[in-house]
């Protein structure tokens, strides 16, 4: 997401506005039938990682198809996204007229989970197909935009607001991040997940690392985003890599193993425990009020 105004020429670090950054790594990948350079900076002050040449990617429905969104029929995606709103929903209770925006719908499956939970739901994304997706698969009722969240909503504050694989896709997060703080309620809960570039399985692939990729342009590590986070004027209260509760795991395999799915089962279980001790596997989730 490339917000309007902004230059890649000489830009300081997104995060702390630094001008102390060095080349961190610079690879070619391909990526719908193109062939791009990303060129990744690394902030001497904060940390702070981003890509500081131009990428142009259209979000349409070609994306959605390239990033597989579809979640219907998945067992996986949708044990994921149970979780996620099960999560929130012991830090914030679904009671009615508790708002719950999601920034980055995909294909609606999680507003469509927190809608059945009970939440007045709402959806902010970029990418028209995909709110046209998320109505004609899972019919979710929530109010949808495709407004910046600075003009999204007018006079609507927010109980929950929630981004997976959201802001690695945002050449500014900062901006972002200050309009959440504006826009959620006291008491209420912001959850971001993105990748963790400091994670041992990033230091392992090195420059091979899936997660570098043409579409994302903005890469954190837990300390670059609990202190973004804490810039905008959010108090994190928990992070980790997956937040899954052992029971569901265990329950989920089950179920995968019963129906023949053993190498999923597996793969769930595996991953989980790989996750216990944070900063092992690719992600990082920031629960903050």
């Not at 989970?113 to 902010?124: I, V």
């Not at 809960?189 to 570098?212: E, P």
Request: with cysteine.
């Amino acid at each position: 997401m490339k917000p309007e105004g902004n230059s890649f020429t000489d830009r300081g670090c997104p995060l702390c506005e630094s001008r102390r950054s060095r080349q961190h790594v610079n690879v070619n990948r391909r990526y719908a039938s193109n062939e791009y350079e990303l060129v990744l900076w690394k902030c001497q002050d904060c940390g702070f990682v981003f890509l500081r040449n131009e990428i142009d990617i259209e979000y349409d429905g070609d994306y959605l198809e390239r990033e597989a969104v579809i979640t219907k029929g998945d067992p996986y995606a949708q044990f994921i996204a149970r979780e996620r709103v099960s999560g929130i929903a012991r830090v914030v209770p679904p009671e009615p007229g508790k708002r719950f925006l999601d920034i980055g719908i995909g294909d609606g499956l999680l507003l469509h989970l927190a809608e059945e939970l009970g939440y007045a739901t709402y959806g902010l994304d970029i990418n028209a197909d995909g709110l046209r997706l998320a109505r004609s698969t899972y019919g979710i009722r929530a109010e949808l935009s495709l407004e910046p969240m600075g003009d999204a909503f007018p006079g609507t504050q927010f109980d929950v607001i929630h981004m997976n694989e959201v802001i690695e896709h945002v050449t500014d997060p900062m901006p972002l991040l200050n309009n959440c703080r504006k826009r959620l309620k006291e008491g209420g809960c912001l959850v971001i997940q993105t990748g963790n570039i400091d994670s041992v399985v990033s230091k392992i692939r090195g420059r091979s690392w899936a997660y570098i990729r043409p579409v994302h342009v903005s890469y954190f590590s837990t300390k670059t985003l609990l202190h973004a986070i804490k810039e905008s004027g959010f108090k994190p209260i928990k992070w980790m890599t997956l937040d899954w509760r052992l029971q569901s795991v265990v329950s989920q395999a089950g179920r995968l193993l019963k129906h023949g799915q053993a190498k999923g089962g597996l793969k769930m279980m595996t991953l989980y425990l790989t996750s216990i001790a944070h900063g092992m596997r690719r992600s990082v989730v920031v629960y903050a009020t």
